[in-house]
């Protein structure tokens, strides 16, 4: 990044590690789809900064997390794990996005 990045930008990236983060814990069972899914959602900032479709995708991929949570085995409904490769997906996408900024 060079020094012309703007502020929003730049928080929209640490935002956008921090969930990264949070999808490698989760995957590593170090946290919960619950704090995961409260963790995405308060990344308002890469949000704003990302096209509007980001946010519908990744408010529905949270949503699908949430309930394959209530499930303690893989159900056919809600596998967590292609959740979370879905969501890993996404923050790849959306890292792309914001180079391109």
């Given at each position: 990044m060079t020094s012309?990045?703007?502020?929003e930008l730049l928080e929209a990236t640490r935002q956008?590690?921090?969930l990264q983060s949070g999808l490698e814990q989760l995957a590593q069972s170090q946290t919960s789809a619950s704090a995961l899914s409260q963790q995405a959602r308060a990344t308002t900032a890469l949000l704003q900064?990302?096209?509007a479709r980001y946010g519908e995708v990744l408010l529905n991929l949270l949503d699908r997390l949430e309930s394959s949570a209530l499930f303690t085995e893989e159900s056919c409904s809600f596998s967590q794990k292609d959740l979370l490769d879905n969501l890993q997906t996404w923050?790849?996408?959306a890292e792309g996005q914001l180079k391109k900024s």
């Open positions: 012309t990045t703007s502020p956008l590690q921090q900064t990302l096209p923050a790849q996408k």
